[in-house]
């Protein structure tokens, strides 16, 4: 279960040194990070506390209760931070072709980060909830399920070896989808890009053991849209299972690294299963060409999430943005045909039951088929007499 850090595929000496020096300073920049989320953190909240203490005494009295509140928060951020150093703790170590002594160990802070960097801490946090909490159950349900009741008919354990099926899992982020695909015989890799997620999920997958063993509190930098003031301040217990409980046989492993650069030969996998992930892309049509790519003919890929796309509006990246029409047009030109589709499902994504406000996705799911030359062929005529597959709308 420990993980493979296919990261780069160096090509000479040269390029070693390079790309060693700049992923030990990319890894200091994350690990930088997360140590200033207490800091920072503390930070918001001294200025509402300063802020505060301007105001009128008659005013000051009636804010008791919210005081209080403050106070509460700040253990809150000390408990998470709690929760932090052991995620960071060793995380030199994590990837088996990587040698500790090149790392940097220096438990000094780095440069101060920038705001999106603790972002994305704090978007860790919650990522905690969505995968590894009885709290992120309903949100694992209904994105998650579908694709594992997809796998299991598609690859019935009445018909065939689970274990010889091949499953990817690009933009993995804390590994329980593929940690559930494996904990049902598959084997299963999951791949993601994200440090941030990389360490965290190597903490629950390798060193927690037994269950709800830590808490966080995942809502305490939202400030605003609160019913109750607990529900700011509210603990979630993670793991909700023990991750260590999977079968002796189990073949799970997790790679680190550009989905486009780790997974470049063709015809290896059995089922890509992606969810929220292809909207990561600057080129979506990139990510689907690599999923065709590395499909064996006849494989499945099976997909559910929204088009958010990261990277557009980013002023220093560059993005393509094509509606889901484009998306299907594409997709069926690679060679796949569309075996399912559904369009409008409500999923979420790391939310907050208890805000006053909610955001919800009206997701893609489909599945579709890598077929061989010839039905390729046979799809295309078909196509162009019919005019594809009709879109499955469930409202």
Same mark, same amino acid.
């Given at each position: ?24 300073? @990319?890894?200091?920049? *994350? ?51 709690? *929760?932090?150093?052991? *995620? ?24 101060? #980060? ?31 399920? #579908? ?70 509190? #995942? ?11 607990? @529900? ?45 992930? *292809? ?42 943005? #094509? ?57 295309? @005529? ?14």
């Amino acid at each position: 279960m420990d993980y493979m850090g296919h990261v780069y595929q160096n090509k000479n000496k040269m390029a070693d040194t390079y790309e060693d020096e700049e992923e030990r300073k @990319h890894s200091q920049r *994350i690990v930088s990070a997360f140590k200033y989320y207490k800091p920072h953190s503390l930070q918001r909240l001294k200025k509402t506390e300063s802020y505060l203490l301007t105001l009128p005494s008659h005013h000051l009295k009636l804010l008791k209760k919210y005081r209080q509140h403050l106070q509460n928060i700040r253990l809150c951020i000390e408990n998470n931070d709690a *929760i932090i150093k052991l *995620i960071i703790k060793d995380v030199s170590h994590i990837f088996e072709n990587v040698n500790p002594a090149c790392s940097n160990n220096d438990s000094t802070l780095s440069p101060r #980060p920038v705001l999106a960097d603790q972002e994305k801490v704090q978007a860790t946090i919650k990522q905690l909830v969505r995968d590894w909490s009885i709290e992120g159950a309903a949100e694992r349900q209904t994105c998650y399920q #579908p694709i594992i009741d997809e796998i299991i008919e598609q690859f019935s354990p009445d018909s065939c070896d689970s274990s010889d099926v091949q499953i990817l899992v690009p933009g993995a982020g804390l590994g329980r989808l593929a940690y559930e695909i494996a904990k049902r015989g598959y084997t299963c890799q999951g791949n993601e890009f994200s440090l941030f997620m990389l360490f965290a999920s190597h903490f629950v997958l390798n060193k927690c053991r037994g269950i709800n063993t830590y808490q966080v509190h #995942p809502w305490v930098h939202q400030y605003m849209n609160n019913l109750l003031a607990v @529900h700011q301040t509210q603990a979630v217990y993670f793991p909700d299972v023990n991750p260590s409980d999977l079968p002796e046989d189990a073949q799970f492993s997790m790679t680190a690294g550009d989905f486009l650069e780790v997974y470049t030969s063709n015809n290896c996998w059995d089922c890509v299963a992606t969810c929220f992930f *292809i909207d990561c892309a600057n080129n979506v049509v990139q990510f689907i060409e690599t999923i065709y790519n590395i499909l064996k003919p006849g494989g499945i890929w099976i997909n559910l999430g929204p088009l958010l796309y990261h990277f557009s509006d980013m002023p220093t990246e560059d993005s393509i943005e #094509p509606s889901y029409e484009v998306i299907r047009e594409v997709i069926q030109g690679f060679g796949f045909k569309i075996e399912k589709e559904e369009t409008r499902v409500q999923t979420r994504y790391a939310q907050n039951v208890n805000s006053m406000l909610q955001c919800e996705y009206n997701s893609v799911y489909f599945v579709c088929r890598k077929l061989n030359q010839e039905l390729i062929n046979e799809h295309r @005529h078909g196509n162009e007499n019919n005019n594809g597959t009709k879109e499955r709308d469930n409202n």
